[in-house]
């Protein structure tokens, strides 16, 4: 009996082995466009990616940059403070989509101009994804969501 648990006990080590390192080689396989980052547009203007490239760009809804097209078309510039992407898009926006506010896209850069694929917006008056925040406190442009602008 003592037996029988030590090889199911191998046994099941030796298929958990087995599938880690089917899960490993799948992930090694697979094309670089699976892993989506966030880049901000600071990053985008410094090293613009392939044409081909799917990936994710994430600031502000530059202020004044907003214009309806015809349809659901839409294009604006997203901000991190540092650079100003234009972006086009068609189809229908998050219903909390508007001017300065945070935003996230997922699309390619061509010839310039980001062509989104899909839009996302903040959750509520204060969400803001962590990239954007994080993006902004480098280029010292970040507030505190409730807290007062410092003016001179």
Do not use: W
Request: charged share 20%; with cysteine.
């Amino acid at each position: 009996m003592k037996g029988l648990k030590k090889k199911r006990r191998i046994q099941v080590m030796a298929l958990s082995g087995v599938c880690v390192a089917a899960v490993l080689g799948l992930l090694a396989v697979l094309p670089e466009e699976s892993f989506q980052f966030f880049r901000a547009p600071s990053e985008v203007a410094a090293d613009p990616p392939r044409e081909t490239e799917l990936f994710r760009i994430g600031g502000l809804v530059e202020v004044g940059t907003l214009v309806r097209g015809t349809g659901t078309q839409v294009a604006f510039n997203v901000t991190d403070g540092g650079a100003s992407i234009p972006v086009v898009y068609t189809g229908i926006l998050p219903d909390l989509f508007e001017e300065g506010q945070g935003m996230v896209g997922q699309g390619r850069y061509i010839n310039g101009t980001f062509e989104a694929i899909e839009i996302l917006a903040r959750h509520d008056e204060e969400y803001m994804p962590q990239e954007v925040i994080d993006a902004l406190k480098e280029q010292g442009t970040y507030v505190e969501p409730g807290a007062e602008v410092a003016t001179n």
